[in-house]
């Protein structure tokens, strides 16, 4: 038997949705040559990682391995798949290589980092290859919601594994290459010993549909559509700004593309050849002098970031335009779950102005990028593999499409995060466990899960924070009165006095009987002024404040 072994492990995307990283490795355990396929990111909320720029996966096991990483395989550009290539490409150090629309969005990435945009190579497609150690590559087309997504046919002397990347059976995707069953069918020919499968809407049952069926329904509204009209989307689903723009022309509209990333995918889009007859667009000092009812603006922020294009122009202007009564705005896109609460205060601001909102709750201006039920079915079909390993979904889906799997005969298991596989034998396997968790770009540096400085700064937004400040003369004792300072606090507490004024009494209370042995000791000294703060907190406010403090002694 070989002592050889092709090993899976993702450190990210595996019971959850954002930040994949998928590791592959091939060798003796412990020795083993590795790739990695996608480097993704999640975006922060307020209730969970406040203040925080992005969350990344923990990518310490792989960066202690770095010497034998020899490539990173995007399958495409969206943020939770290429988000984290520039910011670990220090650490990790191995070539990045992507189809030409994906590489011009990591070079810019790369370059923003201060990283050679060279370090990024564009790949052709299947049945084209790239040899990285152990492994042979082919980037293989699949229809998603932006451009250039590809399938990874991932060979080793162990077998072939695909990888399929995000996808939908999309027969006329409107930009980039439709589903081709019979290209799979010939990949799939010489036998596939792991399918690595997107599980994202495997609860829903019916079959996906086309991106080409939303396009009637937009001309539809917006040549109804009487004052302006305002359309949100993912920046980076093209095809869908496409549609929107061309709905625009027919209707005699002049096009305004607001928001940096959505200005950003359509140059990329044109760059690479992907687009070749998007319709003319004006900027938005153009815009001000055409009338209301020639304008659509295409604008970032169907996800209800705070600082993006639509959340200005619901809270009033932005770039010199503003939505007034009477104007549309449609949002062609699906809330993800965890950003509803944004959306709904995008709505009702732009409700309180008399505008129109228009959502996907008919299902009309929008359709998912990824393979519902039946379509996961349908391509199990036709790559028939020996096992199925359900990626890129919460728990949930990873489970239901495992047992998905199973019903048609092919053993699934369910991979989370950090459980590596061995895929070597007729069933996957576990192989080991290692740790993984969350890394935070936190600012201009990155900080893990664990270094507590989140957890600190959601402490502090709950509960308030006080600082205190004593001083102490040679002898150890007492030099005047501790004082405070507050902040996140009321001003008054129970007692109708002033906050502050409570506390420091408290505090000198205490300090006027302490013992020499706790003054002497700073540790002991702080111990107990803050449980005072604290109980004296929990007391007049209902609260027990975080508590800050500066002890300084006269020497």
């Known amino acids: 038997m070989s002592s050889e072994r092709l090993i899976y492990l993702p450190l990210g995307g595996a019971g959850e949705i954002g930040m994949n990283a998928y590791v592959y490795g091939y060798g003796a355990a412990d020795k083993e040559r590795f790739i990695l396929v996608d480097l993704g990111v999640a975006f922060p909320d307020m209730d969970t990682t406040p203040g925080v ?32 290539v520039a910011h670990f490409y220090a650490k990790l150090g191995a070539p990045v290589y992507a189809r030409a629309f994906t590489a011009n969005i990591a070079r810019r990435k790369m370059e923003e980092h201060g990283h050679p945009a060279e370090a990024v190579r564009t790949a052709s497609t299947w049945p084209e290859t790239i040899k990285a150690g152990p492994f042979t590559v082919g980037f293989a087309p699949m229809s998603h919601s932006i451009p250039e997504s590809a399938g990874l046919v991932i060979d080793s002397p162990a077998g072939r594994v695909v990888h399929t990347g ?42 996906g549909r086309s991106e080409s069926e939303v396009g009637p329904e937009i001309v539809r509204l917006v040549s109804e559509a009487t004052g302006m009209v305002v359309a949100t989307t993912f920046a980076s689903n093209v095809a869908r700004v496409k549609t929107l723009a061309e709905a625009a022309d027919r209707a005699g509209r002049s096009v305004v593309l607001l928001g940096r990333a959505m200005r950003r995918m359509v140059e990329a889009a044109i760059e690479t050849g992907v687009l070749t007859d998007f319709p003319k667009v004006i900027g938005p000092e153009e815009a001000r002098d055409v009338p209301r009812d020639h304008l659509m603006l295409l604008v970032t922020g169907s996800q209800g970031e705070r600082r993006a294009a639509s959340a200005q122009l619901a809270r009033g202007k932005y770039r010199g335009l503003e939505l007034k009564e009477g104007d549309l705005f449609l949002f062609s896109s699906k809330t993800i779950p965890g950003n509803e609460k944004g959306v709904i205060r995008i709505i009702n601001q732009l409700s309180e102005k008399g505008v129109d909102v228009v959502d996907d709750s008919s299902g009309l201006y929008h359709v998912s990028g990824h393979a519902n039920r039946p379509d996961l079915e349908a391509l199990h079909g036709i790559i028939d593999p020996q096992m199925v390993i359900p990626m890129h979904g919460e728990h949930r889906h990873l489970r239901e499409h495992a047992k998905l799997a199973e019903t048609h005969g092919r053993p699934g298991i369910v991979a989370v995060n950090g459980m590596m596989l061995d895929l070597s034998g007729n069933a996957p396997t576990v192989a080991e466990y290692v740790d993984t968790g969350r890394s935070y770009l936190d600012g201009a540096v990155m900080v893990g899960a664990l270094d507590g400085v989140v957890r600190d700064r959601i402490r502090m937004a709950l509960n308030g924070h006080v600082l205190v400040t004593v001083i102490l003369d040679e002898e150890d004792e007492p030099l005047g009165e501790p004082w405070c300072e507050t902040m996140g606090l009321p001003e008054m507490g129970n007692s109708k006095a002033a906050l502050i004024e409570v506390l420091e009494e408290d505090l000198n209370q205490f300090l006027m009987r302490a013992g020499a042995k706790t003054l002497k000791d700073d540790d002991k000294l702080e111990e107990a002024l803050r449980r005072i703060v604290r109980q004296t907190g929990q007391a007049e406010i209902g609260k027990k404040p975080e508590v800050t403090v500066v002890t300084s002694r006269m020497r």
């Open 53 to 84: 720029d992005l969350i990344m996966p923990d990518m310490a096991w792989l960066m202690e391995r770095a010497d034998r990483l020899d490539a990173i395989f995007v399958t495409h550009a969206h943020e939770d798949h290429v988000g984290g």
């Open 166 to 207: 995000d996808f939908k059976l999309d027969p006329n995707p409107v930009v980039g290459e439709a589903f081709d069953p019979d290209m799979w069918a010939e990949i799939a020919k010489s036998g596939v010993r792991a399918l690595v499968c997107d599980s994202t809407n495997v609860f829903s049952t019916h079959p």
